[in-house]
């Protein structure tokens, strides 16, 4: 299975500001998900970030709030953008399925907006 | 759009004893991957157990098996021998769709999820 870090583990910031969140992979990959799970709430799937072509957006998100880089096959990057409460969150990368058909997570960023 | 749904949130089981997690799932596909994630505090999500459609095989991974059912969309783990450590949030996970190349889009679609607590 493939080991996943994310930076920053967790972070508490100012309404208005941005947030970069990092997602690095011990293996190249094809595949690689942001998901975002609010306090309480399951996983939903932020959008699909593939070397080499622009993500893809899943209903109700957007590049201009959520901006992501995706510049080679084991690093990613998600932006939370103009940031409200509202989007404190766990958010979690994720690289699949591969060979085994299987996605694996990474640890989360908590992210706290006040 | 497929939906998942554990109809479950909470539930709770003696240390030693058996629990079964329920799983429904609405999909018009024929072939595509159920998986079960668990959640501890530390928010890690953690794979337990995947079930591919095609095998009629239930899936079994030490203490932890399915019961896969294709046609009713139901798909329920079974923890035997619950230890204390199983206490966390159960996700049940749906792996939509394939591509030409036969290997999964990777998009996965989660239940709500079930917090299951083990008594000592």
């Known amino acids: 299975s493939a080991v996943i870090s994310q930076k920053p583990s967790r972070d508490i910031c100012q309404r208005g500001t941005s947030l970069t969140i990092q997602c690095q992979v011990d293996?190249?990959?094809?595949?690689m998900f942001w998901y975002r799970q609010q306090p309480g709430q399951s996983l939903t799937l932020i959008a699909t970030?593939?070397?080499?072509?622009?993500?893809?957006?899943e209903s109700g998100f957007v590049i201009d709030k959520f901006p992501i880089s995706r510049p080679n096959l084991t690093f990613s990057t998600l932006t939370v953008s103009n940031m409200s409460p509202e989007d404190s969150s766990i958010y979690l990368c994720?690289?699949?399925?591969?060979?085994?058909?299987?996605?694996?997570f990474g640890p989360g960023t908590r992210l706290l907006v006040l | 759009a497929q939906t998942v749904t554990q109809s479950q949130p909470e539930m709770s089981v003696q240390e030693a004893e058996t629990v079964t997690l329920s799983c429904t799932y609405d999909?018009?596909?024929?072939?595509?991957?159920l998986f079960w994630y668990k959640q501890p505090p530390s928010r890690q999500m953690i794979l337990v157990i995947r079930?591919?459609?095609?095998?009629?095989q239930n899936a079994t991974e030490n203490r932890f098996s399915v019961n896969f059912q294709k046609a009713a969309k139901s798909f329920s783990l079974k923890i035997s021998d619950s230890q204390l450590g199983d206490a966390a949030m159960y996700f049940c996970?749906?792996?939509?769709?394939?591509?030409?190349?036969?290997?999964?889009?990777?998009?996965?679609?989660f239940g709500q999820g079930t917090i299951l607590t083990v008594h000592p």
């Open positions: 999909t018009s596909e024929s072939d595509y991957y």
């Open positions: 970030a593939n070397q080499g072509s622009e993500a893809t957006y």
């Open positions: 996970a749906y792996d939509e769709g394939y591509n030409a190349g036969g290997t999964s889009y990777g998009k996965l679609t």
């Open positions: 079930q591919e459609a095609y095998k009629q």
């Open positions: 293996s190249q990959v094809t595949m």
């Open positions: 994720s690289v699949g399925p591969g060979q085994q058909e299987t996605q694996y």
